[in-house]
């Protein structure tokens, strides 16, 4: 049987049928089943006091805030599923700060049965400037994926907010993560 044209009013629909379904189709590719991610709380380096200190309620706060910042657009936008990683409260205690160490947060994250590590720290330069440092490591292996670093030039919950966001985009999130391996 010969193929028949169909009439520009059927083509109509079927364009407008097709623009639908893209519209609903999610921003990444679909996965059926997505990485995980252990997304350990960001931490404080404040260089300027020896031995290291305790964070102040204020930076307590913001540190949370950028935390959940970035478990937020790492699943959204990467796609990955956070874990839990209270069951690993008191190994996470005994290890850190992961910024002292290279790989101390990939065991971890195998044991909660993630595929990445993702730790990140704020090193205060200032009252006013602080460097935000996040990374992206394979939980197996410990090598990193992805790395970034951004200022902050003010002490506010919005421009580290903004901070994180734009890490996020434009480092860790700017190519697709490689797939599992």
């Known amino acids: 049987m010969p193929f028949a044209v169909p009439s520009p009013s059927v083509r109509a629909l079927l364009a407008g049928l097709a623009a639908l379904a893209l519209l609903a189709a999610p921003d990444g590719p679909a996965r059926a089943d997505p990485r995980k991610a252990a997304v350990f709380p960001v931490e404080l380096l404040d260089p300027g006091v020896v031995g290291g200190r305790r964070a102040r309620p204020d930076e307590t706060r913001k540190l949370a805030l950028v935390t959940d910042e970035l478990k937020g657009m790492l699943a959204k936008q990467g796609g990955l599923e956070p874990v839990d990683t209270a069951a690993q409260a008191a190994e996470i205690a005994k290890?850190?700060?992961?910024?002292?160490?290279?790989?101390?947060?990939?065991?971890?994250?195998?044991?909660l049965g993630a595929d990445l590590a993702v730790t990140g720290y704020v090193e205060k330069g200032s009252n006013q400037i602080f460097n935000l440092y996040v990374r992206i490591l394979d939980a197996a292996t410990g090598k990193p994926v992805r790395a970034g670093q951004v200022v902050i030039r003010a002490d506010t919950d919005d421009t580290w907010a903004h901070a994180m966001r734009w890490v996020v985009k434009n480092r860790l999130l700017a190519e697709p993560l490689p797939e599992k391996s």
């Open 95 to 111: 290890q850190g700060p992961f910024y002292k160490c290279e790989d101390c947060a990939a065991p971890i994250a195998r044991t």
